[in-house]
Protein backbone atom coordinates (compact mmCIF):
# COMPACT_ATOMS: atom_id res chain seq x y z
CA UNK A 1 0.00 0.00 0.00
CA UNK A 2 1.36 3.30 -0.40
CA UNK A 3 0.39 6.19 1.56
CA UNK A 4 1.01 9.47 0.05
CA UNK A 5 3.49 11.80 1.93
CA UNK A 6 3.75 14.13 -0.97
CA UNK A 7 0.19 15.73 0.73
CA UNK A 8 1.20 16.10 4.05
CA UNK A 9 1.94 19.46 5.25
CA UNK A 10 5.41 20.50 4.93
CA UNK A 11 6.35 20.42 8.90
CA UNK A 12 5.44 16.59 8.95
CA UNK A 13 7.42 15.99 6.03
CA UNK A 14 10.82 17.00 7.07
CA UNK A 15 9.93 15.26 10.79
CA UNK A 16 9.16 12.28 8.60
CA UNK A 17 12.86 12.17 6.98
CA UNK A 18 14.67 13.07 10.54
CA UNK A 19 13.34 10.09 11.83
CA UNK A 20 13.84 7.93 8.58
CA UNK A 21 17.79 8.74 8.42
CA UNK A 22 17.94 8.49 12.38
CA UNK A 23 16.70 4.95 11.95
CA UNK A 24 18.54 4.24 8.88
CA UNK A 25 21.96 5.57 11.00
CA UNK A 26 20.88 2.96 13.73
CA UNK A 27 20.46 -0.09 11.59
CA UNK A 28 24.01 0.01 9.79
CA UNK A 29 25.31 0.71 13.25
CA UNK A 30 24.07 -2.40 15.12
CA UNK A 31 22.84 -4.37 11.95
CA UNK A 32 19.23 -5.56 13.13
CA UNK A 33 16.39 -3.71 13.32
CA UNK A 34 15.93 -1.65 15.93
CA UNK A 35 13.87 -0.67 18.81
CA UNK A 36 13.62 3.47 18.83
CA UNK A 37 12.26 5.29 21.70
CA UNK A 38 11.24 8.20 19.78
CA UNK A 39 12.34 10.61 23.08
CA UNK A 40 14.99 12.66 21.24
CA UNK A 41 13.69 13.26 17.79
CA UNK A 42 9.93 12.86 18.69
CA UNK A 43 7.51 14.58 16.64
CA UNK A 44 5.14 17.21 19.06
CA UNK A 45 1.60 16.70 17.33
CA UNK A 46 -0.35 13.85 16.57
CA UNK A 47 -0.10 14.50 13.00
CA UNK A 48 3.15 15.16 12.55
CA UNK A 49 4.14 11.95 14.73
CA UNK A 50 1.62 9.89 12.65
CA UNK A 51 3.30 11.38 9.19
CA UNK A 52 6.36 9.95 10.40
CA UNK A 53 5.19 6.09 9.54
CA UNK A 54 3.01 7.50 6.26
CA UNK A 55 0.00 7.46 8.57
CA UNK A 56 -2.60 10.44 9.16
CA UNK A 57 -4.26 11.18 12.16
CA UNK A 58 -7.72 13.44 11.88
CA UNK A 59 -10.91 14.57 13.53
CA UNK A 60 -14.70 14.39 13.14
CA UNK A 61 -15.32 18.44 12.41
CA UNK A 62 -18.37 20.46 12.93
CA UNK A 63 -18.75 23.48 10.72
CA UNK A 64 -20.70 25.57 13.48
CA UNK A 65 -17.75 25.00 15.92
CA UNK A 66 -15.27 26.54 13.37
CA UNK A 67 -15.76 29.72 15.09
CA UNK A 68 -14.57 28.42 18.24
CA UNK A 69 -10.94 30.02 19.10
CA UNK A 70 -9.63 26.80 21.13
CA UNK A 71 -11.41 24.59 18.71
CA UNK A 72 -10.11 25.72 15.75
CA UNK A 73 -6.55 26.12 17.12
CA UNK A 74 -5.97 22.61 18.58
CA UNK A 75 -7.46 21.31 14.54
CA UNK A 76 -5.50 23.50 12.36
CA UNK A 77 -2.26 21.92 15.06
CA UNK A 78 -2.87 18.91 15.30
CA UNK A 79 -4.70 17.28 12.53
CA UNK A 80 -3.78 15.85 9.19
CA UNK A 81 -7.64 14.47 8.47
CA UNK A 82 -10.74 15.77 8.35
CA UNK A 83 -14.07 14.26 8.70
CA UNK A 84 -17.14 16.30 8.46
CA UNK A 85 -19.27 14.93 11.35
CA UNK A 86 -22.55 15.27 9.56
CA UNK A 87 -22.29 18.08 7.24
CA UNK A 88 -21.64 15.51 4.49
CA UNK A 89 -24.60 13.33 5.38
CA UNK A 90 -27.90 12.94 3.16
CA UNK A 91 -30.08 14.86 5.22
CA UNK A 92 -27.52 17.90 4.85
CA UNK A 93 -26.68 17.41 1.14
CA UNK A 94 -29.25 16.71 -0.21
CA UNK A 95 -32.42 18.54 1.87
CA UNK A 96 -34.71 18.22 -1.07
CA UNK A 97 -34.76 15.97 -3.96
CA UNK A 98 -32.48 17.34 -6.14
CA UNK A 99 -31.65 20.03 -4.66
CA UNK A 100 -27.86 20.29 -3.13
CA UNK A 101 -26.58 22.41 -0.43
CA UNK A 102 -22.91 21.92 0.05
CA UNK A 103 -22.29 25.26 2.60
CA UNK A 104 -21.33 23.82 5.71
CA UNK A 105 -19.43 20.85 4.06
CA UNK A 106 -17.42 23.23 1.80
CA UNK A 107 -16.22 25.41 4.84
CA UNK A 108 -15.14 22.11 6.48
CA UNK A 109 -13.36 21.41 3.22
CA UNK A 110 -11.69 24.26 2.94
CA UNK A 111 -10.37 24.59 6.28
CA UNK A 112 -8.65 21.54 6.29
CA UNK A 113 -7.31 22.65 2.32
CA UNK A 114 -6.08 25.92 4.32
CA UNK A 115 -4.75 23.73 6.81
CA UNK A 116 -2.68 20.95 4.81
CA UNK A 117 -5.32 17.95 5.57
CA UNK A 118 -7.02 16.08 4.05
CA UNK A 119 -10.38 14.95 3.73
CA UNK A 120 -12.50 11.85 4.85
CA UNK A 121 -16.11 11.75 2.84
CA UNK A 122 -18.65 10.72 5.46
CA UNK A 123 -20.98 9.30 4.60
CA UNK A 124 -22.99 8.98 0.74
CA UNK A 125 -25.31 5.95 1.66
CA UNK A 126 -26.87 5.15 5.07
CA UNK A 127 -30.31 4.27 6.75
CA UNK A 128 -29.82 7.31 9.27
CA UNK A 129 -29.66 10.89 8.55
CA UNK A 130 -31.95 10.41 5.58
CA UNK A 131 -33.90 13.71 4.28
CA UNK A 132 -37.71 13.22 5.20
CA UNK A 133 -38.48 13.04 1.40
CA UNK A 134 -36.08 9.97 0.91
CA UNK A 135 -37.63 8.02 3.67
CA UNK A 136 -40.86 8.07 2.25
CA UNK A 137 -39.59 6.06 -1.04
CA UNK A 138 -38.95 2.87 -1.28
CA UNK A 139 -38.34 0.35 -4.16
CA UNK A 140 -36.87 1.76 -7.61
CA UNK A 141 -37.60 5.61 -6.58
CA UNK A 142 -35.51 5.38 -3.34
CA UNK A 143 -32.85 3.31 -5.55
CA UNK A 144 -33.13 5.78 -8.10
CA UNK A 145 -32.45 8.51 -5.99
CA UNK A 146 -29.99 7.38 -3.39
CA UNK A 147 -27.91 6.64 -6.99
CA UNK A 148 -28.23 10.69 -8.22
CA UNK A 149 -27.41 11.08 -4.81
CA UNK A 150 -24.05 9.37 -4.76
CA UNK A 151 -22.94 10.28 -7.76
CA UNK A 152 -23.90 14.24 -7.15
CA UNK A 153 -22.21 14.21 -4.40
CA UNK A 154 -19.40 12.32 -5.31
CA UNK A 155 -19.28 14.26 -8.17
CA UNK A 156 -19.36 17.85 -6.19
CA UNK A 157 -16.20 16.82 -3.93
CA UNK A 158 -14.38 15.25 -6.61
CA UNK A 159 -10.35 15.48 -6.39
CA UNK A 160 -11.21 16.64 -2.81
CA UNK A 161 -11.77 13.45 -1.28
CA UNK A 162 -9.20 11.11 0.11
CA UNK A 163 -11.94 8.42 1.07
CA UNK A 164 -15.68 7.93 1.11
CA UNK A 165 -17.63 6.15 3.53
CA UNK A 166 -19.59 4.75 0.27
CA UNK A 167 -22.10 2.91 2.76
CA UNK A 168 -22.73 3.03 6.46
CA UNK A 169 -23.78 0.41 8.84
CA UNK A 170 -25.29 -1.74 6.44
CA UNK A 171 -25.14 -4.97 8.69
CA UNK A 172 -27.13 -5.78 11.71
CA UNK A 173 -26.31 -6.02 14.91
CA UNK A 174 -26.15 -9.53 17.23
CA UNK A 175 -25.29 -12.82 15.90
CA UNK A 176 -27.34 -12.94 12.19
CA UNK A 177 -24.47 -12.12 10.04
CA UNK A 178 -27.38 -10.66 8.04
CA UNK A 179 -27.76 -6.83 6.41
CA UNK A 180 -29.18 -4.14 8.42
CA UNK A 181 -33.20 -4.14 7.38
CA UNK A 182 -33.34 -0.86 6.22
CA UNK A 183 -35.21 1.09 3.28
CA UNK A 184 -32.25 0.86 1.28
CA UNK A 185 -31.91 -2.72 1.78
CA UNK A 186 -35.36 -3.37 0.68
CA UNK A 187 -34.17 -1.61 -2.48
CA UNK A 188 -32.29 -5.37 -3.40
CA UNK A 189 -28.96 -6.84 -1.93
CA UNK A 190 -27.45 -5.27 -4.58
CA UNK A 191 -27.55 -1.56 -3.51
CA UNK A 192 -24.24 -1.64 -1.51
CA UNK A 193 -22.31 -2.67 -5.02
CA UNK A 194 -24.72 -0.50 -7.24
CA UNK A 195 -23.62 2.85 -4.55
CA UNK A 196 -19.71 1.71 -5.30
CA UNK A 197 -19.85 1.59 -8.66
CA UNK A 198 -21.56 4.89 -8.48
CA UNK A 199 -18.99 6.33 -6.43
CA UNK A 200 -16.61 5.03 -8.13
CA UNK A 201 -18.10 6.41 -11.39
CA UNK A 202 -17.83 9.66 -10.51
CA UNK A 203 -14.67 10.35 -8.54
CA UNK A 204 -12.31 8.27 -9.50
CA UNK A 205 -9.15 8.90 -7.01
CA UNK A 206 -11.28 9.06 -4.25
CA UNK A 207 -10.70 5.70 -1.95
CA UNK A 208 -13.97 4.09 -1.91
CA UNK A 209 -14.66 2.51 2.55
CA UNK A 210 -17.10 0.53 4.01
CA UNK A 211 -17.94 1.90 7.40
CA UNK A 212 -19.39 0.16 10.71
CA UNK A 213 -19.35 -0.34 14.18
CA UNK A 214 -19.27 -3.62 16.47
CA UNK A 215 -16.98 -4.87 13.63
CA UNK A 216 -13.57 -3.82 15.35
CA UNK A 217 -13.14 -7.14 16.30
CA UNK A 218 -14.21 -10.75 14.96
CA UNK A 219 -17.56 -11.70 15.21
CA UNK A 220 -21.10 -12.45 13.10
CA UNK A 221 -21.20 -8.82 12.37
CA UNK A 222 -17.42 -8.38 11.74
CA UNK A 223 -17.44 -12.00 9.45
CA UNK A 224 -20.47 -10.79 7.46
CA UNK A 225 -18.55 -7.48 6.48
CA UNK A 226 -15.49 -9.45 5.56
CA UNK A 227 -17.39 -12.07 3.48
CA UNK A 228 -18.76 -9.05 1.48
CA UNK A 229 -15.36 -7.18 0.72
CA UNK A 230 -14.06 -10.83 0.27
CA UNK A 231 -16.81 -11.13 -2.39
CA UNK A 232 -16.39 -7.40 -3.73
CA UNK A 233 -12.52 -8.32 -4.70
CA UNK A 234 -13.17 -11.63 -6.23
CA UNK A 235 -16.33 -10.23 -8.85
CA UNK A 236 -14.40 -6.42 -9.09
CA UNK A 237 -16.54 -4.74 -7.14
CA UNK A 238 -15.05 -1.51 -6.22
CA UNK A 239 -13.94 -1.33 -2.74
CA UNK A 240 -10.62 -0.14 -1.23
CA UNK A 241 -10.97 0.26 2.09
CA UNK A 242 -12.83 -0.82 5.26
CA UNK A 243 -13.63 1.73 8.25
CA UNK A 244 -13.59 0.88 12.16
CA UNK A 245 -15.83 2.80 13.75
CA UNK A 246 -13.93 1.91 17.05
CA UNK A 247 -16.55 3.37 19.60
CA UNK A 248 -15.88 1.99 23.06
CA UNK A 249 -16.70 2.02 26.61
CA UNK A 250 -16.66 -0.38 29.58
CA UNK A 251 -19.47 -2.22 27.96
CA UNK A 252 -17.72 -2.48 24.85
CA UNK A 253 -13.93 -2.90 25.40
CA UNK A 254 -11.19 -2.76 22.87
CA UNK A 255 -11.36 -6.51 21.31
CA UNK A 256 -8.37 -8.65 22.12
CA UNK A 257 -8.31 -9.07 18.70
CA UNK A 258 -8.57 -5.66 17.27
CA UNK A 259 -5.34 -5.63 15.66
CA UNK A 260 -5.77 -9.54 13.99
CA UNK A 261 -9.07 -8.11 12.82
CA UNK A 262 -7.94 -5.16 11.32
CA UNK A 263 -4.86 -7.24 9.77
CA UNK A 264 -7.08 -9.99 8.41
CA UNK A 265 -9.22 -7.30 6.40
CA UNK A 266 -5.25 -5.89 5.33
CA UNK A 267 -5.05 -9.20 4.36
CA UNK A 268 -8.09 -9.05 1.25
CA UNK A 269 -6.26 -5.97 -0.39
CA UNK A 270 -8.21 -3.28 1.46
CA UNK A 271 -6.94 -0.17 2.99
CA UNK A 272 -7.89 -0.50 6.87
CA UNK A 273 -8.78 2.58 8.47
CA UNK A 274 -10.08 3.44 12.00
CA UNK A 275 -12.49 6.53 11.58
CA UNK A 276 -14.14 7.35 14.57
CA UNK A 277 -12.47 6.46 17.44
CA UNK A 278 -13.44 7.49 21.25
CA UNK A 279 -12.92 5.58 24.00
CA UNK A 280 -14.95 6.77 27.37
CA UNK A 281 -13.07 6.70 30.81
CA UNK A 282 -10.54 8.60 32.20
CA UNK A 283 -6.89 8.70 33.53
CA UNK A 284 -4.22 5.83 32.62
CA UNK A 285 -6.91 2.99 31.87
CA UNK A 286 -8.49 5.83 29.15
CA UNK A 287 -4.62 6.52 28.09
CA UNK A 288 -3.76 2.57 27.83
CA UNK A 289 -7.17 1.55 25.28
CA UNK A 290 -5.50 4.46 23.25
CA UNK A 291 -2.43 3.60 22.98
CA UNK A 292 -3.72 -0.48 22.20
CA UNK A 293 -5.74 0.91 19.55
CA UNK A 294 -3.09 3.52 18.31
CA UNK A 295 -0.29 0.31 18.33
CA UNK A 296 -2.58 -1.85 16.84
CA UNK A 297 -3.00 0.49 13.62
CA UNK A 298 1.04 1.09 13.56
CA UNK A 299 1.08 -2.38 13.66
CA UNK A 300 -0.70 -3.48 10.28
CA UNK A 301 0.95 -1.87 7.59
CA UNK A 302 -2.29 -1.21 5.29
CA UNK A 303 -3.46 0.84 8.40
CA UNK A 304 -3.43 4.31 6.59
CA UNK A 305 -4.53 6.28 10.03
CA UNK A 306 -6.32 7.06 12.98
CA UNK A 307 -9.70 9.54 13.16
CA UNK A 308 -11.19 10.23 16.45
CA UNK A 309 -14.51 10.97 16.71
CA UNK A 310 -14.32 14.82 18.02
CA UNK A 311 -11.41 17.19 19.73
CA UNK A 312 -12.71 18.14 22.89
CA UNK A 313 -15.05 15.70 25.21
CA UNK A 314 -17.41 18.43 25.28
CA UNK A 315 -17.39 18.43 21.53
CA UNK A 316 -18.41 14.42 21.52
CA UNK A 317 -21.69 13.00 20.72
CA UNK A 318 -21.35 11.15 23.97
CA UNK A 319 -19.84 14.18 25.90
CA UNK A 320 -20.57 12.44 29.29
CA UNK A 321 -18.07 9.83 28.71
CA UNK A 322 -15.09 12.00 28.30
CA UNK A 323 -13.93 9.93 25.46
CA UNK A 324 -11.57 12.11 23.79
CA UNK A 325 -8.39 13.10 23.65
CA UNK A 326 -8.29 16.86 24.94
CA UNK A 327 -10.84 17.90 27.97
CA UNK A 328 -13.61 20.50 27.50
CA UNK A 329 -11.22 23.49 28.04
CA UNK A 330 -8.55 22.13 25.76
CA UNK A 331 -6.14 20.49 27.96
CA UNK A 332 -4.11 17.97 26.53
CA UNK A 333 -5.16 14.73 28.66
CA UNK A 334 -3.27 11.38 29.20
CA UNK A 335 -4.60 9.63 26.49
CA UNK A 336 -3.07 12.04 24.54
CA UNK A 337 -0.26 11.86 25.69
CA UNK A 338 -0.23 8.38 25.22
CA UNK A 339 -1.50 8.46 21.79
CA UNK A 340 1.26 11.14 20.73
CA UNK A 341 4.21 8.72 22.70
CA UNK A 342 2.60 5.39 20.72
CA UNK A 343 2.88 6.82 17.58
CA UNK A 344 6.20 8.36 18.35
CA UNK A 345 7.34 4.52 18.21
CA UNK A 346 7.57 3.99 21.96
CA UNK A 347 8.85 0.22 22.09
CA UNK A 348 7.99 -0.14 18.57
CA UNK A 349 10.23 -2.35 16.35
CA UNK A 350 11.25 -0.37 12.90
CA UNK A 351 12.64 -2.37 10.28
CA UNK A 352 16.22 -1.18 8.79
CA UNK A 353 15.86 0.59 5.71
CA UNK A 354 18.08 0.95 2.47
CA UNK A 355 21.67 0.83 3.49
CA UNK A 356 21.78 -3.40 3.93
CA UNK A 357 22.65 -4.41 7.58
CA UNK A 358 25.83 -5.97 8.47
CA UNK A 359 24.79 -9.74 9.22
CA UNK A 360 26.82 -11.49 12.17
CA UNK A 361 26.27 -14.60 12.78
CA UNK A 362 24.54 -15.53 16.22
CA UNK A 363 27.30 -16.34 18.67
CA UNK A 364 25.43 -18.62 20.50
CA UNK A 365 23.33 -21.60 18.57
CA UNK A 366 19.21 -21.54 18.66
CA UNK A 367 17.77 -22.84 21.81
CA UNK A 368 14.34 -24.66 22.00
CA UNK A 369 12.55 -24.23 24.53
CA UNK A 370 9.14 -25.53 24.82
CA UNK A 371 6.81 -23.05 26.92
CA UNK A 372 5.98 -22.07 29.40
CA UNK A 373 9.70 -23.29 30.80
CA UNK A 374 12.73 -19.83 30.64
CA UNK A 375 14.63 -20.05 28.48
CA UNK A 376 15.33 -18.34 24.62
CA UNK A 377 11.25 -17.37 24.08
CA UNK A 378 8.20 -18.40 24.83
CA UNK A 379 5.28 -18.48 22.64
CA UNK A 380 1.26 -18.51 23.85
CA UNK A 381 -1.48 -18.52 21.55
CA UNK A 382 -4.90 -17.09 21.61
CA UNK A 383 -7.88 -18.17 19.46
CA UNK A 384 -10.57 -16.49 17.72
CA UNK A 385 -13.01 -19.56 15.91
CA UNK A 386 -15.89 -19.60 14.87
CA UNK A 387 -17.49 -22.59 11.91
CA UNK A 388 -15.40 -23.08 9.47
CA UNK A 389 -12.15 -21.02 10.28
CA UNK A 390 -10.25 -18.99 12.81
CA UNK A 391 -7.77 -16.23 13.54
CA UNK A 392 -5.04 -17.03 15.64
CA UNK A 393 -2.88 -14.45 17.44
CA UNK A 394 0.74 -15.73 19.08
CA UNK A 395 2.65 -13.31 21.51
CA UNK A 396 5.99 -14.58 21.00
CA UNK A 397 8.17 -13.20 24.73
CA UNK A 398 11.82 -13.66 24.77
CA UNK A 399 13.60 -14.93 27.89
CA UNK A 400 16.30 -13.51 29.83
CA UNK A 401 17.97 -12.26 27.14
CA UNK A 402 17.52 -9.95 23.82
CA UNK A 403 17.14 -12.68 20.93
CA UNK A 404 17.70 -11.38 17.07
CA UNK A 405 15.48 -13.95 15.41
CA UNK A 406 12.80 -16.59 16.51
CA UNK A 407 10.69 -19.69 15.25
CA UNK A 408 7.23 -20.42 16.57
CA UNK A 409 6.05 -24.53 15.37
CA UNK A 410 3.23 -25.67 15.81
CA UNK A 411 0.99 -28.38 14.35
CA UNK A 412 -3.03 -27.75 12.78
CA UNK A 413 -5.50 -30.02 13.25
CA UNK A 414 -6.32 -32.90 10.41
CA UNK A 415 -8.26 -31.11 7.93
CA UNK A 416 -7.41 -27.52 9.32
CA UNK A 417 -5.31 -25.03 6.41
CA UNK A 418 -3.40 -21.91 6.93
CA UNK A 419 -4.55 -19.28 4.53
CA UNK A 420 -2.54 -16.62 5.24
CA UNK A 421 -0.18 -14.96 8.01
CA UNK A 422 1.23 -11.44 8.88
CA UNK A 423 4.12 -10.31 11.42
CA UNK A 424 5.68 -13.50 10.13
CA UNK A 425 6.58 -15.98 7.85
CA UNK A 426 5.11 -19.40 7.40
CA UNK A 427 6.57 -21.96 6.34
CA UNK A 428 3.71 -24.92 5.34
CA UNK A 429 0.46 -25.02 5.10
CA UNK A 430 -1.01 -28.02 7.01
CA UNK A 431 -0.04 -30.71 10.15
CA UNK A 432 3.45 -29.18 11.32
CA UNK A 433 3.48 -25.52 10.04
CA UNK A 434 6.64 -22.73 11.45
CA UNK A 435 6.15 -19.23 11.33
CA UNK A 436 9.30 -17.24 11.52
CA UNK A 437 10.45 -13.78 12.41
CA UNK A 438 10.16 -10.93 9.71
CA UNK A 439 12.80 -8.27 9.02
CA UNK A 440 11.56 -5.90 11.15
CA UNK A 441 10.68 -8.25 14.44
CA UNK A 442 13.30 -10.68 14.55
CA UNK A 443 15.01 -8.59 17.79
CA UNK A 444 13.42 -8.99 20.96
CA UNK A 445 14.30 -6.78 23.84
CA UNK A 446 14.76 -9.35 27.06
CA UNK A 447 11.58 -10.00 28.60
CA UNK A 448 10.08 -8.23 25.54
CA UNK A 449 7.36 -9.38 23.54
CA UNK A 450 6.09 -9.26 19.69
CA UNK A 451 3.12 -10.70 18.32
CA UNK A 452 2.33 -12.01 14.92
CA UNK A 453 -0.84 -13.55 13.31
CA UNK A 454 -2.81 -16.01 11.01
CA UNK A 455 -5.65 -17.15 9.89
CA UNK A 456 -6.68 -20.65 8.35
CA UNK A 457 -9.70 -23.09 7.38
CA UNK A 458 -11.12 -25.71 9.54
CA UNK A 459 -10.76 -26.13 13.71
CA UNK A 460 -8.28 -23.92 15.06
CA UNK A 461 -4.94 -25.01 16.71
CA UNK A 462 -5.03 -25.21 20.95
CA UNK A 463 -1.37 -24.90 21.60
CA UNK A 464 2.37 -24.12 20.08
CA UNK A 465 4.78 -27.08 20.29
CA UNK A 466 7.88 -25.34 20.47
CA UNK A 467 9.61 -21.72 20.14
CA UNK A 468 13.07 -21.55 19.15
CA UNK A 469 15.53 -18.56 19.15
CA UNK A 470 18.71 -16.96 18.67
CA UNK A 471 20.38 -15.36 21.70
CA UNK A 472 20.71 -11.30 20.33
O1 LIG B 1 -28.23 20.80 14.12
C1 LIG B 1 -29.34 20.50 14.98
C2 LIG B 1 -29.70 21.69 15.80
O2 LIG B 1 -30.12 22.72 14.96
C3 LIG B 1 -30.79 21.28 16.79
O3 LIG B 1 -31.06 22.34 17.64
C4 LIG B 1 -30.35 20.08 17.60
C5 LIG B 1 -31.43 19.59 18.54
O4 LIG B 1 -31.31 18.21 18.82
O5 LIG B 1 -30.03 19.03 16.74
C6 LIG B 1 -28.96 19.34 15.87
O6 LIG B 1 -28.65 18.24 15.06
C7 LIG B 1 -28.04 17.13 15.69
C8 LIG B 1 -26.69 16.90 15.05
O7 LIG B 1 -26.11 15.73 15.59
C9 LIG B 1 -25.72 18.06 15.24
O8 LIG B 1 -25.40 18.21 16.58
C10 LIG B 1 -28.94 15.94 15.52
O9 LIG B 1 -30.13 16.12 16.26
C11 LIG B 1 -28.22 14.70 15.99
O10 LIG B 1 -29.00 13.57 15.63
C12 LIG B 1 -26.87 14.59 15.33
O11 LIG B 1 -26.20 13.46 15.86
C13 LIG B 1 -25.16 12.95 15.08
C14 LIG B 1 -25.39 11.48 14.85
O12 LIG B 1 -24.28 10.93 14.15
C15 LIG B 1 -26.64 11.23 14.05
O13 LIG B 1 -26.82 9.91 13.80
C16 LIG B 1 -23.86 13.16 15.84
O14 LIG B 1 -23.56 14.56 15.90
C17 LIG B 1 -22.72 12.44 15.13
O15 LIG B 1 -21.57 12.47 15.93
C18 LIG B 1 -23.10 10.99 14.89
O16 LIG B 1 -22.05 10.37 14.18
C19 LIG B 1 -22.24 8.99 13.92
C20 LIG B 1 -21.59 8.71 12.56
O17 LIG B 1 -22.13 9.56 11.59
C21 LIG B 1 -21.77 7.25 12.17
N1 LIG B 1 -21.29 6.37 13.21
C22 LIG B 1 -21.82 6.62 14.55
C23 LIG B 1 -21.58 8.07 14.96
C24 LIG B 1 -22.02 8.32 16.38
O18 LIG B 1 -23.40 8.16 16.53
Same mark, same amino acid.
Given at each position: ???????????????? +??????????? #????????FSGTAD????????????? +????????? $????????????? +??????????????????????????????????????????VRGHAL????????????????????????? *??? *????????????? #???????????? !??????????????????? +??????????????????????????? !?????????????????????????????????? $?? !?????????????????????????????? $?????????????????? #???????????????????????????? $?????????????????????????????????????????????????????????????????????????????????????????????????????????????????????????????????????????
Open positions: MTHDFARVRGRSTSRL +RGVVLTVAAGA #VAIGAAITAATTLGASAAASG +RYFGTAVAA $YKLSDATYLGILS +REFTMVTPENEMKWDATEPSQNTFSYANADRIVAQAVSQGARAWHQQQPGWAQSLSGTALRSAMLNH *VTQ *VATHYRGQIYAWD #VVNEAFADGGSG !ARRDSNLQQTGNDWIEAAF +RAARAADPAAKLCYNDYNTDGQNAKSN !AVYAMVQDFKTRGVPIDCVGFQSHFNSASPVPSD $YQ !ANLQRFAALGVEVQITELDIEGSGTAQADS $YTRVTQACLNVAQCAGIT #VWGIRDTDSWRASGTPLLFDGSGNKKAA $YTSTLNTLNGAGTSVPPTTTPPVTTPPTTPPVTTPPPSGGACSAALSANAWTGGFVITVKVTAGASAVSTWSVALTLPSGSALTNAWNAQATGSSGAVQFANVSYNGRIAAGGSTEFGFQGTGTPPTAVSGCTASLA
